[in-house]
């Protein structure tokens, strides 16, 4: 299958903090590989900015290097390059300060949409939506975007949202959760809202519980200072765990518009049970072979911060009343893999007596890592004579089988910038959505750290905590194994 190019607009694209890490990495490969697909216009412009004082030949310079880091080479031939640099200049400024703002506004054109993509520190996003706005840069037609994370608790995004709402109104802003630009995670809404053979069974009459697993292999070594500071909780539960789970126990919207999807996943949050206690597993992986511990990792042998979560959640609406939510996550697990499984409850009546004994019953297991697809577990006839056994298989779809390689290849950030120049708020996090999964964690994280808990140790390359185990087992189940090929 060949991927659909629809051109987008011209536009104006300014990148503060373009010098910085996720630039180079990921935002700016992500607009060459749009521009390799033909969809950015000849007119677009890409303005670099940041503190370090450099030109924009310099600048350049420094993306072309980016570019031959973070591409392969088969992927960018030099005359490409060259025409995608064509594109790009570079302003100097300094967020704080006042110089260098004239030169912005008169590099940018009076007739073109203008994109500020904020790829900064959050403590920057106040300062510059400011400037932005004093110098008369942004127009009411203007988009702003901003990085992850978006606040530290409840109020500090609230100030957040206070600081971005005084200059840029709501359908402005764009607020990044780069799960949401995932392929399969969009898909999660066609199978659920362009099939009609799951929703019928989309239920707590159907559906025994739903377990979400995003799984890390690696530890915090790197960047063990922010981490520590931050933990599985709010590093990947509150945004993106909380938006997986939103897009999976989520009423069908009435349109596919930005507000209708976002009004129903607010609702999902706000229907969350409170979470009791023993409910919540917290872990730190150990020292391994290989790896350090936390402790080595952050630098502090005193951390309570979790490298790893568990915990079972209850949306109180009538569809999901009594359909338990396991979430779990974590760092040095056995493996990297992400995946949604849905396992369906077992049929209500048995007419084969003895023939389904270690069934695990039906599942639909949603991977969004690594090798992308859709699994549906399925119960069928061992084939052969010697009576009627049972057994289970796969019905496997793999979107890189069924939809060709290259088009499964695209990061997240190429679609979600693509979204933002094409004014689409639906795979961006709504101010009133961030607010509500921060009221949500909050109390949890207050209720930890008012205990003081230490979480409990695991060891690296295991599936975490054995208390996690016994979570799932206290409800008669079980986690699926990590990273397994197993069905
Ligand atoms: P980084 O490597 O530290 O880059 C920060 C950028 O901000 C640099 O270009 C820096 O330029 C610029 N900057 C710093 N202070 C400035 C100031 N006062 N005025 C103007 N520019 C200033 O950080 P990063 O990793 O790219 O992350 C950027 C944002 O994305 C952060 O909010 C981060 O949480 C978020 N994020 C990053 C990743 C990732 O994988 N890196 C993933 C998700 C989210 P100078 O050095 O020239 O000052």
């Keep these: 299958m060949v991927a659909r190019v629809i051109p987008v607009e011209p536009f104006d694209l300014v990148i503060f903090g373009a010098t910085g890490d996720l630039a180079r990495r990921k935002i700016l490969p992500g607009l060459f590989h749009r521009f390799r697909a033909g969809q950015m216009p000849a007119e677009a412009k890409i303005i670099g900015s940041a503190r370090s004082d450099m030109d924009s030949a310099e600048f350049r310079d420094l993306i072309k290097a980016a570019l031959i880091e973070f591409i392969d080479e088969a992927m960018r031939p030099d005359d490409l390059v060259t025409d995608f640099l064509d594109h790009l200049s570079y302003v100097h400024i300094d967020a704080m300060g006042e110089t260098g703002w004239s030169e912005l506004k008169k590099a940018l054109r009076p007739e073109t949409t203008r994109t500020f993509y904020l790829s900064v520190s959050p403590s920057l996003f106040g300062a510059i939506a400011e ?16 990085e992850k994370p978006f606040g530290h608790d409840l109020e500090s995004a609230k100030a957040l949202n206070k600081d971005l709402l005084k200059h840029f109104d709501e359908q402005q802003i764009y607020r990044i959760d780069h799960y949401l630009g995932k392929e399969t995670v969009q898909n999660l ?21 739903v377990q979400i697993t995003v799984a890390e292999s690696i530890g915090v070594a790197g960047r063990g200072g922010y981490y520590d500071q931050s933990g599985a909780m709010r590093d990947m539960v509150q945004n993106h765990l909380m938006q997986l789970l939103c897009l999976i126990a989520m009423e069908p919207p009435s349109k596919f518009t930005p507000n209708s999807v976002r009004d129903e996943k607010v609702k999902v949050i706000e229907a969350l049970e409170p979470v009791a206690t023993g409910d919540i597993v917290r872990g730190q992986y150990r020292a391994g072979r290989d790896n350090q511990s936390y ?5 502090n042998t005193d951390s309570r911060t979790e490298s790893y979560i568990a915990m079972k959640l209850s949306v109180g609406n009538w569809r999901w009343a009594g359909t338990p939510f396991y979430l779990r996550t974590g760092k040095q697990l056995r493996d990297r893999a992400s995946e949604i499984a849905v396992v369906f409850k077992d049929p209500p009546h048995n007419i084969f007596p003895n023939k389904m004994e270690g069934r695990k019953g039906n599942a639909l297991i949603i991977r969004l890592q690594p090798d992308e697809g859709i699994t549906l577990r399925t119960t069928i006839k061992e084939p052969g004579p010697g009576g009627m056994r049972l057994t289970e298989v796969a ?24 979204d933002v120049i094409r004014g689409d708020q639906t795979l961006f996090m709504r101010g009133d959505e961030v607010e509500a999964a ?25 599936s975490g905590p054995e208390e996690a185990l016994m979570l799932m087992h206290q409800g008669g189940r079980r986690w699926r194994p990590i990273g397994d090929q197993a069905f």
């Design 131 to 146: 400037r932005l706005s004093l110098n008369g840069i942004a127009t009411d037609d203007s988009r702003i975007v901003v």
């Design 189 to 209: 809404m066609a199978l659920r809202f362009a099939n009609s053979l799951f929703e019928p069974l989309w239920n707590s009459t159907h559906i025994d519980h």
């Design 295 to 299: 402790f080595d990792d952050v630098g």
């Design 395 to 418: 019905m496997d779809m793999s979107f890189a089988d069924a939809l060709g390689e290259n088009l499964m290849s695209q990061d997240a950030y190429e679609r979600l910038i693509m």
């Design 438 to 462: 921060w009221a949500w964690a909050d109390p949890l994280i207050a209720a930890w750290e008012e205990a003081n808990q230490r979480p409990v140790p695991y060891d690296p390359g295991s």
